[in-house]
């Protein structure tokens, strides 16, 4: 399958409704996803910090919770319950070699130590091309092959690579983060900038942007006619992060790889998982979400919305 066919696939999925069965009990805990919007039941993510570090011990009853500012009673809450996926997309066009990929190397064998038992592990690189280096469940020799071969040659289709990474089926009953390491700036993707905001709108994982560059750079070298077409590298990522719950993490020189993307995995972890009904809202169409402590003095970082149809 060419990447153009690839590309059309994820657009299409981007508009598609993001269904399933609605949760309760035990089994919401066991089967729902990270964020669906299904027959009765919205999941939503939240990740609660003060001062840099995870809130724990939160309830029902310290969340609110909007849906078209229409306040909505959150049934149920879960910290740290649901299995995790994470797929990881590593840049490795001609920018990306020597020894940030030797670092590289070393983060996502740390990162794969840093998996709990149920956890599992999905490696995608791309340059021009989308190549899957290792699936969900394979085992850690398959790793280690894939990281052995890794060199970094041509152009960046960042935009493509994500946008598929986002419309990629995934399991109910696990949590989806997708981790992109890049030095940011795309060079040959088919899509543009726009369209990778509104798969990330309809789409269900939380992205968590590493960059290993300047974020003040042009987010692309191509010219086109998309209204965000002078969006910078880091107005992109944290656009991207804002719209999926995620968050950004910039390298500069002397940072150390291998802990970022243990922190980016730590901070994913340490998420509340919340259920609600819709109530007072039609449920077709575009939905802005807003999740908030009744107490302050804690920062909340949870996706800003969903498509339901």
Avoid: C
Wanted: aromatic share 6%.
């Amino acid at each position: 399958m060419t990447r153009r066919m690839l590309i059309a696939g994820a657009v299409a999925i981007s508009g598609a409704t993001i269904l399933g069965a609605a949760p309760s009990g035990q089994a919401a805990q066991d089967q729902a996803s990270v964020f669906r919007a299904g027959a009765d039941a919205v999941t939503v993510e939240a990740s609660v910090r003060r001062d840099r570090r995870p809130v724990m011990g939160l309830k029902v009853t310290d969340f609110e919770l909007l849906d078209n500012g229409v306040p909505q009673e959150i049934t149920d809450v879960t910290y740290e319950k649901l299995p995790i996926d994470v797929t990881v997309l590593l840049d490795i066009s001609a920018s990306v070699t020597g020894t940030v990929l030797d670092e590289l190397r070393r983060a996502l064998r740390q990162l794969r130590a840093d998996l709990g038992t149920a956890d599992r592990l999905k490696l995608v690189a791309f340059n021009m091309r989308i190549r899957r280096l290792m699936d969900f469940g394979e085992p850690a020799s398959v790793t280690d092959s894939a990281l052995s071969a890794l060199a970094g040659s041509g152009s960046s289709a960042i935009f493509d690579s994500l946008a598929v990474a986002l419309a990629s089926p995934f399991p109910t009953g696990r949590r989806q983060l997708i981790v992109l390491f890049s030095d940011g700036q795309d060079s040959s993707s088919i899509i543009d900038a726009e369209t990778l905001l509104d798969v990330a709108r309809r789409s269900t994982p939380t992205v968590a942007v590493v960059l290993a560059s300047s974020p003040n750079r042009p987010a692309s070298l191509l010219r086109n006619a998309s209204t965000r077409a002078n969006l910078t590298v880091g107005d992109l990522a944290n656009q991207i992060a804002s719209e999926t719950g995620g968050f950004v993490a910039t390298i500069t020189t002397g940072d150390n790889v291998t802990s970022t993307f243990r922190r980016v995995l730590e901070q994913f972890r340490t998420t509340y998982v919340m259920y609600y009904t819709p109530r007072g809202v039609d449920r077709a169409g575009a939905h802005t979400l807003e999740v908030r402590l009744k107490k302050p003095g804690a920062e909340v970082r949870a996706r800003r919305g969903y498509v339901w149809r």
